[in-house]
């Protein structure tokens, strides 16, 4: 009994001696500047996080229905939510929140590609060739074009600032 007792002390206390201190040693970015872009660090990583506006709408369940609902394609399935959308019922207005969000969603997105544009024409990001800067122009105006189609297909004109 006492060599099973030993035994539990000694695990516990190898157990509760362990430290994570530099288990996760990080450097969050949390506020980022405009500054940041003018760095070719601040730039890749702005053209990095255009791949992620495309997340907001194709890999949620706002996509699905609001491009293939009402289609031959899908109907109401026996799980989301939504559902009324494909009914065609009044629930349907201009205050859904995925409408809003949409919209807030490709704003940002939209607003982002287009400060990265400036900064790369106007030169005021270091380090960056111009081969470079022709190709993450051309990248970050293929990456813009589905946020403008959907915002102006699903939500009809809006005002948008086209210079960052």
């Known amino acids: 009994m006492k060599k099973i007792v030993y035994t539990l002390l000694i695990a516990s206390l190898m157990l509760t001696n362990q430290s994570c201190k530099n288990l996760l040693e990080e450097?969050?970015?949390?506020?980022?500047?405009?500054?940041?872009?003018?760095?070719?660090?601040?730039?890749?990583?702005g053209v990095k996080a255009a791949y992620s506006?495309?997340?907001?709408y194709y890999g949620r369940e706002i996509g699905t229905n609001l491009t293939v609902f009402g289609?031959?394609?899908?109907t109401m399935g026996a799980d989301g939510?939504?559902?009324y959308m494909?009914?065609?019922?009044?629930?349907?207005?201009?205050?859904?929140?995925?409408?809003?969000?949409?919209?807030?969603?490709?704003?940002?997105?939209?607003?982002?590609m287009n400060v990265l544009i400036d900064k790369a024409n106007?030169?005021?990001?270091?380090?960056?060739?111009?081969?470079?800067?022709?190709?993450?122009?051309?990248?970050?105006?293929?990456?813009?074009?589905?946020?403008?189609?959907?915002?102006?297909?699903k939500l009809g004109t809006r005002s948008l600032n086209v210079n960052g």
Not at 71 to 74: P, V
């Open 122 to 153: 106007a030169g005021t990001v270091t380090g960056l060739t111009d081969a470079n800067k022709n190709l993450r122009i051309a990248e970050l105006r293929f990456f813009a074009c589905p946020p403008l189609l959907h915002s102006g297909s």
């Open 86 to 112: 494909n009914q065609y019922t009044t629930q349907f207005g201009s205050n859904v929140d995925i409408l809003r969000d949409l919209w807030n969603n490709f704003y940002v997105a939209i607003n982002t």
């Open 71 to 74: 289609t031959d394609t899908y």
């Open 81 to 83: 939510s939504y559902k």
């Open 27 to 45: 450097t969050p970015i949390s506020s980022v500047g405009a500054d940041y872009f003018n760095s070719q660090a601040g730039f890749e990583a």
């Open 53 to 56: 506006s495309l997340r907001d």
